[in-house]
């Protein structure tokens, strides 16, 4: 049962279904981890008593039971400790996500290219925060790879005040406040009335990037740093 005073992370942990609401709702659930519902639901104009009603609602449909269990397996990853969650990490997200911006890349090439003369408004800025974004995340997963998930990985049991929780929790925030950018700039990944294939292959892409990359943050967020945090 959902109550407006749970924090966003800890329902998306006892209710991995509530990822695809949160979507639908723009509901920070991954650097917004440690919101309450109500001040997330406030933020953003919604009314609590229905909104809460519909998750419920949604929830205890046990026709859809397994649906978010395919994105976020949470009992397995709740079990792992620092070391194979950082594997599991690395393996599931990073990967995929590089693949996800090299794809991006050519298709923005190509649309900005074709369709400059009549949506150069959107696309110009659009190539800009991609850019942005593909810079923040490269560097981000060089450092969390070749260094802060190392040392992690070394010093994990040991109580540790060694500030990279925060620095990596900042650049979460850095690359969200891009995300949230590029959201309103496609009109939610909605492609222009009669766009054609690459147009709509190329927010569709996007679409898939920004909400693998929320599933991303929440784990690292709200699943491996209090672990780290926790000595587990
Ligand atoms: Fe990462
Ligand atoms: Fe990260």
Redo the contacts with the bound molecule.
Sequence with gaps: MITNQMKLGDIVKAYPRAVTIFNDFHIDYCCGGKDRLEDALKELSIDPKSFIDLMNKKLADTKNKTEGDEVLNMEQLTQMNVPDLIDYIVDTYHGKERNLIAEIDGLMNKVLLVHYEHNHSQLVPLHSLFSDLRKELEE?FAK?EKLVFPYMKKSYLESSNDGYVKE?ED??DAAGNIIKEITACTNDFKAPEGACTSYRMLFGKLDDLTKDIFNH?FT?NSLLFPKYEGGR
């Design positions: 981000h969390e990596l650049e979460h943050i690292e």
